[in-house]
């Protein structure tokens, strides 16, 4: 039996048209937003609305070059989950989880930037087994952890072209699988 598809959004970049996935494939559902943000304090600002989103076993994958902005964006979630401890890079401990201050799920930050292969690499760090209670965020995860869910939102951030301005950044937001689907992507709008 053929999954429902999925409500056409008009932010979705592929308009309704299947993914390169495949027809049927849970990755077939896919929504994407693009945004613009114009300083460090508006990726802070997007960090904390973007929790407001995020519940246990979601996966958080960043792309960016070095300096894009993805530990700003994770270190406004953490202020939005409401958890213990200052969220900065993991690069040296590639993961750090910082437990809910609350009744929310806790942070899970990896940085898999020194990590080369995919998810065999990964699996020391336990996170197949941490996804589940907590939300899990990954620097530089791409091709490294797609394995761990069918349901994750990839953000990926790149500096703006052509702008004067240092801190412009343009994010291209895609929710991949049934998760995402009825997700409202579009509160992360300022």
Do not use: C
């Amino acid at each position: 039996m053929e999954a429902p598809a999925a409500p056409h959004n008009p932010s979705d970049r592929n308009h309704g048209e299947p993914n390169p996935a495949g027809p049927g494939d849970p990755a077939d559902v896919r929504r994407t937003l693009e945004l613009t943000v114009t300083s460090p304090e508006a990726m802070l600002d997007l960090g904390r609305r973007l929790a407001g989103l995020l519940r246990a076993g979601d996966l958080v994958m960043l792309t960016g070059e070095l300096g894009a902005g993805k530990t700003t964006l994770t270190r406004g979630l953490g202020e939005g989950l409401n958890v213990r401890g200052a969220v900065t890079s993991p690069t040296f401990v590639i993961a750090r989880v910082h437990p809910s201050l609350g009744d929310g799920p806790p942070l899970v930050h990896v940085d898999a930037y020194r990590l080369g292969g995919g998810l065999d690499e990964m699996e020391d760090l336990d996170l197949d087994v941490s996804l589940p209670d907590s939300v899990v965020v990954v620097e530089w995860g791409e091709g490294k952890v797609e394995e761990l869910t069918e349901d994750r939102l990839q953000v990926l951030i790149a500096r703006a072209t052509g702008d004067t301005d240092d801190d412009v950044r343009r994010l291209t937001v895609t929710g991949l699988g049934e998760r995402w689907a009825e997700a409202d992507l579009d509160a992360l709008k300022a």
